[in-house]
């Protein structure tokens, strides 16, 4: 859950971040500014470019040198430089090689989990063939990463895709990303496609494994009236042959904005309902719902399922925000609640059906903290395949139907009188009982 107080300022200009000394007022009345003596504008310069520095190394876990290296190459603005460090295809000049290369030389990367090799591990050995990919299941994970809060981020993102590496989830949804870590995502989870649902703030993104599911299409549906910049990301693809709509969401946080939160469920229901009748969709975020919201629009539309509440409710993965078992945020309170959930429509066929759902993220990190304030929800769904549809079809007409045609013809050729109706029967006293 993301208290509005908690907002930070959007990454960006010095002039838009309002630094020290660095902005000077038009004179009221064409009365010239007073001077200010160079020591002071060249402290208040050296104290705001020192803020920039500590808020570059924090994200990127790196010192200070190498955040001088890249904030000076990029005219001290923060978002350039975080862009400059994060993407591969920008080369930072010598120097700032130099201080890098320095840098790695005394990190210990063991606890660092690359995306990238779990393509395909036997390539390096010549193998070029492709791992077999188990087409009856799909595994789904929401988490709300809770990027807004910049302590331990670097580890705390290293912790997240830890995650994506050990479970492999064919979809991922996921809310409070902020640009650094969309950033950090794109360089690391190459397996996987991103779509974001904006770059400015903090905001939604999915994830979607590129070896399985094949996007089709993406929307963004705005929510009119929030104050917290909230929408609703929503993909069409294409998995094992079946076609699914996939939304997620950050609906609007605190229990102030109740009245808010309920219009947005409102908006997603319905998007749910105007989804075609041949599509699956799964609908899954961090909703902030209180269970009397949801009564409050009259429960779920029919065909609408809470996965949780179909599983029968599991305990083990009930509360997803959890002030008792999670410490990250300090909270003097005890709260636990379901904050996150996914909501399923099945398809007119039914091909794609929940089976199982837990909670991840739940191990501590070096740090002391946990990955997110959040639990991440992974949900698995188990496919019909089309295959076995085939297979069943084929067996029927090869099989069942000859065989049922062979017991007929048995039948026919052993009775010796065949009878249509009742009434053929000779009466009881005409019966003729041999031996």
Known sequence: MVEPERKRARLGDPEQQ?????????????????????????????????????????????????????????????????????????????SAMESTS??????????????????????????????????????????????????????????VCACLALYSPDIVFLQEVIQPYYLYLKKRAVSYTIIPGD???????????????????????????????????????????NELCLMTSHLESTKAHSQERVKQLEIVLKK???????????????TNLRDQEVTKVGGLPEGVLDVWEFL???????????????????????CRLRFDRVFYRAASEGQIVPQQMTLVGQDKLDCGRFCSDHWGLLCDFDVILLRSRFVKVAVVVLFIKPLQILIRMVLEICTPVKLTKAEDLPPPAEWKISG
């Open 312 to 334: 029968n409710k599991p305990e083990h993965c009930r509360y997803t925000w959890d002030t008792k078992t999670n410490n990250n945020l300090k909270a003097q309170y005890t």
């Open 102 to 159: 320095q840098l790695i030389e005394r990190t210990d990367f063991q606890g660092c989990i690359d995306l990238t090799d779990t393509d395909n591990e036997q390539t390096s050995k010549g193998n070029t063939e492709q791992p077999q990919v188990d087409e009856s299941q799909i595994l789904l994970l929401t988490w709300n990463i809770d990027g807004l809060d910049l302590a331990n981020l670097q580890e705390r993102a290293r912790g």
């Open 199 to 241: 770059e400015d703030d903090y905001f939604t993104a999915i994830m979607l494994k590129k070896s399985r599911v094949k996007l089709l299409e993406q929307e963004i549906t705005p929510f009119p009236t929030t104050s917290m910049k909230r929408n609703l990301l929503a993909v069409q693809v294409n998995i094992a042959g």
């Open 18 to 94: 309002g630094g020290p000394g660095l902005q000077h007022e038009e004179p009221i009345g064409g009365a010239a500014p007073t001077p200010q003596p160079e020591e002071e504008l060249e402290e208040a310069r050296r104290r705001y470019r020192g803020g920039l520095c500590d808020e570059f190394a924090v994200v990127t876990g790196t010192d200070e040198a190498v955040a001088q290296c890249y904030l000076a190459e990029n005219d001290w603005l923060l978002e350039r430089a975080l862009n400059s460090y994060f993407e591969t295809g920008v080369q930072p000049s010598s």
């Open 272 to 286: 749910i309902k105007e989804a075609p009748e041949n599509v699956t969709v799964i609908f899954g975020g961090d």
